[in-house]
């Protein structure tokens, strides 16, 4: 079945460190992905997504690359801030289903 | 719009009494999905609705957990009896059509906590 697979947490950054955070995917045909962020305290909230391979995501100065040849979405940010402590999703969504994948969350915490 | 509302955000309640949590989508969205988040088992999506039909309940973890959805704009998950176990963060979500490219749509959650 589709499977999504998120780096373990928590990530620890100072502020204004690069971000990475790896999200690798298993499923069939062609899906599309996506990167949610939960705030404390609120729901989960889209930050971006693609539906095609080699399809860039971006929004709020975070980044993601659809690549198929190595079924990963990792997400990257150049210079984080504090107010980007959150939790961070990787989600597909395949034809077929209406029903989406979800990983696990990798916490993200940036210190001033 | 609102986005989605959801009620109560708290729940304090002893094992064995009934718990109803309550959910309004986002007007003209066809789907809608209830989760629970625990540290344990992370995001587990419970049941979903397509425009008011149950349409996979397979998540429901017991008899005891229940959900409606009487018209397009209201849905219910209800716990009857609750048991401590069941202590979680309840999300209710929802999409305009439910593809692979839709974006889901969070409540804020109801953290429900049983003694």
């Known amino acids: 079945g589709d499977s999504v697979t998120q780096m373990e947490g928590p990530v620890t950054l100072s502020e204004e460190a690069f971000l990475t955070i790896n999200c690798t995917y298993t499923?069939?045909?062609?899906?599309?992905l996506f990167w949610y962020v939960q705030y404390p305290g609120e729901g989960l909230q889209l930050l971006l997504k693609?539906?095609?391979?080699?399809d860039k995501g971006s929004n709020k100065g975070f980044e993601a690359t659809y690549r198929k040849e190595t079924t990963s979405f990792h997400l990257e940010k150049g210079s984080v801030q504090v107010s980007d402590s959150a939790v961070y999703f990787c989600?597909?969504?395949?034809?077929?289903?209406?029903?989406?994948?979800f990983g696990r969350g990798t916490s993200l915490i940036v210190h001033p | 719009d609102a986005g989605v509302i959801q009620s109560p955000r708290h729940e304090v309640t002893e094992m064995g009494q009934e718990v109803t949590l309550r959910c309004k989508p986002i007007?003209?969205?066809?789907?809608l999905f209830w989760y629970r988040q625990t540290m344990m088992r992370g995001l587990e999506l419970l049941i979903y609705?397509?425009?008011?039909?149950?349409?996979?309940d397979s998540g429901m973890p017991e008899d005891r957990f229940s959900a409606k959805m009487p018209n397009a704009s209201f849905s219910t998950l209800k716990i009857q009896p609750s048991e401590p176990r069941d202590s979680a963060v309840y999300f209710c979500?929802?999409?305009?059509?439910?593809?692979?490219?839709?974006?889901?749509?969070f409540g804020p959650g109801t953290r429900l906590t049983v003694l």
């Open positions: 007007s003209g969205h066809d789907y």
């Open positions: 989600a597909l969504g395949r034809g077929g289903s209406y029903i989406p994948t």
């Open positions: 693609a539906t095609k391979a080699d």
């Open positions: 499923a069939t045909g062609y899906p599309s």
């Open positions: 979500a929802s999409s305009l059509e439910g593809g692979p490219t839709d974006t889901q749509y």
């Open positions: 609705f397509n425009n008011n039909v149950p349409i996979d």
